[in-house]
């Protein structure tokens, strides 16, 4: 018996010590920790249960048969996060590069259908150089099945991508099917073809870096949700994270006990806009004196910056909260805040996650860049994923509510549950210059006649009693009692029941 028991404790140390302490040491020195180094940071101590640490390729092509290392490129398992069931796998970089074989791609299979079975969230991290090259159709055929999963469980169970290496070919599509993916900074790069083959292609020289490194993809591209400075930082955030988030799309998040009180209030908010309604001022300011403990954690806060994504809490329930940003392009609606957007109000809504929204929007972005770019496409999702959104919808415009953007901010017309606003509102067609040119074209010119009609425009319009008279507002807060008004709120829909009609699935405008 001491025999086996010996010779089991070898063959998992052996699997323990993947490709080895020199290729664990190139990790290091490029700044990376190990695929089970990460484990032990990214999961609570002693949680981790590894499956198929004994799995071996079974390819016997170019001298494969030769090599083979217990694991095969990728940690798997389950484990918990502040004590909540998640499961994960963590490509090993130092086996064979991390690259996908048959064998690799069924132990991320099966931890995809035990995260879908069993109701919760699943973690990839990836640190790999794509498809096992020496393996051909079996790995293509192995990321396939995982595509297919990452789409059954998406909508069902969270499930979130962390770049923390290389990620190319094969290895980008799963990520981008998953709900969240996050990078690190400098030493993280994802693209679908590399440097090499974009230079034999297209002539272009670009680094790694530059290509598909995470400050591109976390602010130009919008393929990240956000970047981080190190591995440490990353699986810490994660954490955070998941702590947000359902365990699965029937489960509410559990409520988290907070000091800060439900009827706390912020008289500073009192002068939070203002008083030239074309200075900017900086939203996150309010999602941040509104949540509980003022913890916000952003999603894609350096991309489409003119609107402002991510979680927070009220009353310790989970919130999405979504908000134009005065700071970035006046708060306009484009191509990229609306498609940012449109994904954060599915994933809520997919989950039941509450969505608070702060309205501070002039419209959307006039030019031919933007509708040469499918802005009536792009601007249409956002539309479309808060009038489908079943979730409770809690809204307050805080200055502008301009034209079709005010319709899209979950206005009352589209099934808004809640809708305040600030007595600094202005909700109009547009602004009351553009207004007023139009309406006394005659009048151009006459600068004080303009000056009278804006004026007169202005009178109307800019202020929220028009709206709220027609019931389109349900009332005008003080700014100070925003977050005391919205815990209300949001309690009398503890229990909402709203669905839409059945259907196979939507017609998102893609
Ligand atoms: C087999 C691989 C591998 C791969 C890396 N390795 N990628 N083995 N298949 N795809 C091995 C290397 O041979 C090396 O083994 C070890 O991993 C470390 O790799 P290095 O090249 O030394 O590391 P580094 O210099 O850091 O470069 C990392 C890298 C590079 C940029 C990822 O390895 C690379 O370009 N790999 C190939 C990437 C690629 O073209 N993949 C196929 C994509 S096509 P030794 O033993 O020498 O140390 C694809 C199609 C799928 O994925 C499509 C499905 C939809």
């Known amino acids: 018996m001491k025999d086996v028991l010996e010779q089991l404790d070898a063959k998992r140390q052996a699997a323990r010590a993947g490709g080895g302490e020199k290729r664990v040491l190139a990790q290091h020195e490029k700044g990376k920790l190990s695929a089970r180094e990460r484990i032990e940071v990214l999961l609570d101590d002693g949680s981790f249960e590894e499956f198929d640490m004994f799995v071996e390729h079974q390819c016997s092509d170019f001298g494969m048969d030769e090599k083979k290392i217990p694991g095969d490129g990728v940690v798997t398992g389950s484990g918990t996060i502040n004590g909540r069931l998640v499961y994960l796998f963590a490509k090993d970089f130092t086996v064979f590069g991390g690259s996908l074989s048959l064998a690799h791609a069924k132990k991320i299979m099966k931890v995809q259908d035990a995260a879908l079975r069993n109701g919760a969230p699943i973690l990839g991290l990836f640190d790999a150089g794509g498809a096992r090259i020496q393996e051909g159709v079996d790995a293509l055929g192995g990321y396939a099945e995982i595509f297919q999963r990452n789409v059954l469980a998406s909508g069902v169970v969270p499930q979130i991508s962390v770049i923390m290496g290389p990620c190319a070919g094969g290895d980008v599509y799963s990520p981008a099917m998953t709900d969240f993916i996050f990078m690190v900074k400098d030493t993280s790069y994802m693209y679908v073809t590399g440097p090499d083959v974009v230079k034999t292609v297209t002539n272009e020289v670009?680094?790694?870096?530059?290509?598909?490194?995470?400050?591109?993809?976390?602010?130009?591209?919008?393929?990240?949700?956000?970047?981080?400075?190190?591995?440490?930082?990353?699986?810490?955030?994660?954490?955070?994270?998941?702590?947000?988030?359902?365990?699965?799309?029937?489960?509410?998040?559990?409520?988290?006990?907070?000091?800060?009180?439900?009827?706390?209030?912020?008289?500073?908010?009192?002068?939070?806009?203002?008083?030239?309604?074309?200075?900017?001022?900086?939203?996150?300011?309010?999602?941040?004196?509104?949540?509980?403990?003022?913890?916000?954690?952003?999603?894609?806060?350096?991309?489409?910056?003119?609107?402002?994504?991510?979680?927070?809490?009220?009353?310790?329930?989970?919130?999405?909260?979504?908000?134009?940003?005065?700071?970035?392009?006046?708060?306009?609606?484009?191509?990229?805040?609306?498609?940012?957007?449109?994904?954060?109000?599915?994933?809520?809504?997919?989950?039941?996650?509450?969505?608070?929204?702060?309205?501070?929007?002039?419209?959307?972005?006039?030019?031919?860049?933007?509708?040469?770019?499918?802005?009536?496409?792009?601007?249409?999702?956002?539309?479309?994923a808060y009038a489908e959104a079943t979730v409770p919808k809690l809204t307050v415009i805080t200055r502008k509510a301009y034209g079709g953007a005010y319709d899209v901010m979950a206005s009352k017309h589209l099934r808004g549950d809640i809708n305040y606003a600030w007595p600094t509102a202005e909700i109009a067609v547009m602004g009351a210059k553009g207004a007023a040119e139009i309406i006394h074209r005659a009048d151009l010119g006459d600068e004080e006649k303009m000056a009278a009609h804006t004026k007169e425009y202005e009178d109307r319009f800019a202020n929220p009693f028009v709206a709220a008279s027609r019931g389109y507002l349900d009332d005008v807060i003080q700014p100070r009692s925003t977050r005391v008004r919205l815990i209300k709120a949001l309690r009398t829909l503890k229990n909402k029941n709203l669905s839409n009609p059945w259907k196979k699935h939507d017609n998102l405008p893609l």
Do not use: W
């Open 206 to 384: 670009v680094t790694h870096e530059e290509l598909g490194g995470a400050s591109i993809h976390a602010k130009k591209s919008g393929v990240a949700d956000g970047a981080f400075e190190n591995d440490i930082e990353a699986l810490v955030q994660m954490r955070r994270l998941v702590d947000f988030l359902p365990l699965n799309n029937r489960e509410k998040v559990p409520a988290r006990p907070s000091y800060d009180k439900p009827d706390r209030i912020e008289p500073s908010l009192d002068t939070l806009v203002p008083p030239n309604p074309n200075k900017p001022y900086d939203i996150k300011e309010l999602i941040r004196k509104t949540a509980d403990e003022g913890d916000f954690f952003e999603i894609a806060p350096d991309y489409a910056t003119n609107i402002v994504t991510g979680f927070g809490r009220l009353e310790g329930q989970t919130v999405g909260f979504v908000a134009n940003q005065p700071m970035s392009l006046a708060g306009v609606l484009d191509i990229d805040a609306s498609k940012k957007g449109a994904r954060f109000v599915r994933f809520c809504d997919a989950f039941s996650i509450p969505i608070v929204t702060f309205v501070d929007v002039p419209g959307f972005l006039p030019g031919t860049k933007q509708e040469y770019g499918g802005l009536i496409k792009h601007g249409a999702k956002l539309l479309f």
